[in-house]
């Protein structure tokens, strides 16, 4: 038996109403949730500007004016950017040139071999003396050597120098004729000269290129990471790979240069250097310029140079020769 159209009808009409009701019950919730949701989100929000992230602590500081090389520069970063300090070398130095006073190629290897555990000044004002004296190998190899060790006693280690510069007179007399050679493996056998002097006077009295890595030249190639190696031998092939081989006899005297007029070893002049952009080691030294310019050399500072007769070049660019021996 089914129920009536009316009732149908009444029953239908209490349901919709019903279902209104839940409705607007729900909606009523959810609006009051709204706020509060809002109100948790912006609690959150300034709590997270209050609070760094761990992203926020992970941003590096503002870089310097100093640019450095990255930890992780390619190889063709670094080839890049050791010519580049060369080159802005050569425009810092365009008179560089060898600092020991010299008129031909006996003259230099015995001043080079004299220079060891000396300034090149200190044997420019003692040469004079000794080639005044003792002009070739044949004069040199045959002298009294208390004679040669009372000129030379002014460089230091003078018994141990007055025999090898003896020795390889006897030795260049000997065995090839009273001339130096011009070849690294001839010029090695002489006593008291290694790779460093061989390729000094190489460079300097033969024009054949060499790197000359003395105690500047490791300091710095250090310094600008260049290489990481401290045996001379290996200095000398790393930083020769990153150079053609016609640019090595002028890079050292650059690099050379450099050491001993601003690139200090115990407080290098950072805030008066010329390439502190392209230097890993920017900040080592002195940064303030006023203070650094007080620790330039040489004629960087206004002083006289190293050499009794510089090249006019040098001259020309305000380059003052050292004094001579005994000179106040």
């Excluded at 992230?53 to 390619?74: F, T």
């Excluded at 230099?108 to 060891?116: D, G, P, Q």
């Excluded at 890993?280 to 620790?295: C, F, R, V």
Aim: hydrophobic share 40%; proline share 9%.
């Amino acid at each position: 038996m089914t129920k009536s159209a009316p009732v149908q009808k009444a029953a239908a009409k209490k349901a919709a109403v019903k279902k209104a009701a839940v409705k607007k019950a729900a909606a009523g919730k959810k609006a009051a949730a709204a706020p509060r949701k809002a109100t948790t989100a912006a609690k959150k929000g300034a709590a997270a500007a209050k609070k760094p992230s761990a992203v926020a602590k992970d941003v590096p500081p503002a870089k310097s004016s100093v640019a450095k090389p990255p930890k992780d520069e390619s190889r063709t970063a670094l080839v890049r950017r050791a010519r580049r300090i060369d080159r802005e070398l050569a425009e810092v130095y365009p008179y560089a040139h060898p600092e020991l006073d010299f008129e031909n190629p006996f003259q230099l290897v015995v001043a080079t071999v004299l220079s060891a555990q000396t300034t090149d000044l200190r044997v420019n004002q003692t040469t004079p003396g000794l080639f005044a004296k003792y002009p070739t190998p044949e004069d040199l190899a045959a002298a009294n050597p208390e004679e040669v060790e009372e000129i030379l006693r002014p460089t230091g280690f003078f018994r141990a120098k007055t025999k090898s510069v003896m020795g390889l007179s006897k030795a260049l007399v000997e065995q090839f004729g009273g001339e130096v050679p011009g070849r690294l493996e001839d010029l090695v056998k002489l006593p008291g000269v290694g790779r460093k002097t061989a390729f000094v006077v190489l460079g300097n009295a033969f024009g054949r290129p060499g790197i000359t890595v003395d105690t500047h030249f490791q300091r710095l190639v250090r310094r600008w990471q260049w290489t990481d190696e401290t045996d001379p031998d290996k200095i000398e092939a790393a930083v020769g790979a990153l150079f053609p081989k016609s640019d090595w006899t002028m890079l050292s005297h650059h690099v050379i240069f450099h050491g001993r007029r601003i690139c200090h070893a115990r407080k290098p002049a950072c805030g008066a250097c010329p390439i502190a952009p392209l230097c890993p080691a920017y900040g080592e030294g002195e940064t303030d310029p006023e203070k650094a310019k007080k620790l330039l050399k040489y004629e960087k500072g206004g002083f006289p140079g190293q050499r009794l007769k510089p090249p006019q070049s040098y001259l020309d660019a305000g380059g003052k020769p050292a004094p001579p021996l005994g000179a106040g």
